[in-house]
Nanobody, 120 residues
C-alpha cells in the first residue's frame, strides 16, 4: 500500500502565502510523477502543477509565476504566493510510480485533501 499525508492548508488573506506538503510512504520502489490538483465547490478537480522524476514541471496558466512545485525524496511541496480569492479550493496531491515487491506493479495514489481559503 502507498499512503499520502497532506498538510499546510488554512486561511490566508489575499496576497499571502501558504506551503502545502504531501509525504508519500509505503511500498514504493520508484516515484515517476507528483502533482497537485485543486477542486473548488461545484467545480471539477483540475491540475495545478506537476513534476516528473526528471524535474520537469508543468503549471496551470492561472498559477504560473505565483506557485512553485518541488520535491524532496518522497515529499512534494506546493509553495503558493500572491494568493487570490479564486485560489480557494480543496487541494489534493497525486503520486504515481512503481510499487516495491515481486513483479511489476504500479500505483496512482491521492492524498486526503487540504483546504485552502483565501479571504480577507
Amino acid at each position: 500500500q502507498v499512503q499520502l499525508v497532506e498538510s499546510g492548508g488554512g486561511l490566508v488573506q489575499p496576497g499571502g502565502s501558504l506551503r502545502l506538503s504531501c509525504a508519500a510512504s509505503g511500498s514504493i520502489l520508484r516515484i515517476n510523477d507528483m502533482a497537485w490538483y485543486c477542486q473548488a465547490p461545484g467545480k471539477e478537480r483540475e491540475l495545478v502543477a506537476s513534476i516528473t522524476n526528471g524535474g520537469t514541471t508543468n503549471y496551470a496558466d492561472s498559477v504560473k509565476g505565483r506557485f512553485t512545485i518541488s520535491t524532496a525524496f518522497r515529499t512534494v511541496y506546493l509553495q503558493m504566493n500572491s494568493l487570490k480569492p479564486q485560489d480557494t479550493a480543496d487541494y489534493y496531491c497525486n503520486v504515481a510510480g512503481q510499487k516495491s515487491g515481486f513483479g511489476y506493479k504500479t500505483f496512482d495514489s491521492w492524498g486526503q485533501g487540504t483546504q485552502v481559503t483565501v479571504s480577507s
